[in-house]
């Protein structure tokens, strides 16, 4: 496994600021219209805390504001109003030059604690090797679904890319994601996946159709070393054009990593064009 982290996050002479440059390899979208895609956001913000602070993640929590497109430079300030002998509480204000792109608030930290248990376990499902590719609309263009390797082993597309249309009965999917240049899997990876909780739009609704992240939430129990993660979420409802969501995710031996959720605006794709792009998914 590669040790280069996958978000290029760049110091300054403050210690309190940090820099992300917007590249197409972190960014989604349509071709033309690319930006920087939101777990990409939280997982800068959660690294920027973490460097800063030189404690761990315990959670954080991303509200996006507005889109950042590449070439911009997001500068993110770290602000810690809270200092305890264990638990930093702080938050990120992240911008383009004056204009707000999203803020972060969270708690950084560690306790020395006996109990260690999980309830939560991981789904029973074919393993990656075994699982089709997710589905990308624009398969040309080296953005982030070029740099992730995700694999669909529950839901709409999991039948190597036959669909089982119609809605969904209990709004789950299941993906297994990694990075394709072998990143590991630390809170900011976690929280790049995390942000695939809106890609279960399409599954529960039956529909080629995913979702604008509103937030983004990530809650870590126990980061350990694994390959692959497991990821199991659960579109919960969607009504008056949102969708809401939660996911759980696993390390490869079945340990419960992190759980997560979020909000979105639900989007609806034009069905011509999305049977012209995935002729055996339409």
Same mark, same amino acid.
Do not use: C, H, N, Y
């Given at each position: 496994m590669s040790k280069t982290p996958f978000i290029d996050l760049q110091s300054t002479h403050n210690p309190h600021r940090w820099y992300l440059k917007v590249e197409p390899r972190i960014c989604v979208g349509p071709p033309g219209q690319k930006f920087l895609f939101g777990g990409v956001g939280l997982a800068s913000a959660i690294k920027a805390l973490e460097q800063t602070t030189g404690r761990p993640c315990i959670w954080a929590t991303a509200q996006y504001l507005s889109f950042a497109n590449p070439p911009d430079i997001v500068d993110l300030d770290v602000r810690s109003p809270v200092v305890g002998k264990n638990i930093t509480q702080a938050r990120v204000l992240a911008h383009v030059k004056d204009r707000e792109i999203f803020t972060a608030n969270a708690a950084v930290g560690a306790r020395d604690s006996h109990p260690s248990h999980q309830w939560l376990t991981m789904p029973d499902v074919p393993r990656p090797e075994d699982c089709p590719p997710m589905p990308r609309f624009d398969e040309t263009s080296e953005d982030l679904h070029a740099t992730l390797d995700m694999r669909v082993a529950q839901g709409r597309y999991a039948a190597r890319r036959e669909v089982k249309g119609g809605r969904s009965d209990d709004g789950r999917v299941v993906l297994w994601g990694r990075s394709k240049l072998g990143a590991p899997i630390d809170s900011a990876m976690l929280a790049v996946i995390n942000d695939f909780v809106p890609s279960g739009t399409s599954h529960a609704l039956g529909l080629p159709a995913g979702a604008n992240s509103l937030d983004n939430t990530l809650r870590i129990r126990r980061i350990v070393e694994t390959e692959w993660v497991c990821c199991d979420i659960q579109i919960e409802g969607v009504h008056n054009g949102f969708v809401h969501g939660r996911i759980a995710?696993? #390390?490869?031996?079945?340990?419960?990593? #992190?759980?997560?959720?979020?909000?979105?605006?639900?989007?609806?794709?034009?069905?011509?064009?999305?049977?012209?792009?995935?002729?055996?998914?339409g």
């Open positions: 995710m696993f #390390a490869d031996d079945g340990t419960l990593m #992190a759980t997560g959720s979020q909000s979105g605006i639900v989007r609806i794709f034009d069905p011509d064009a999305f049977k012209e792009r995935f002729p055996k998914e």
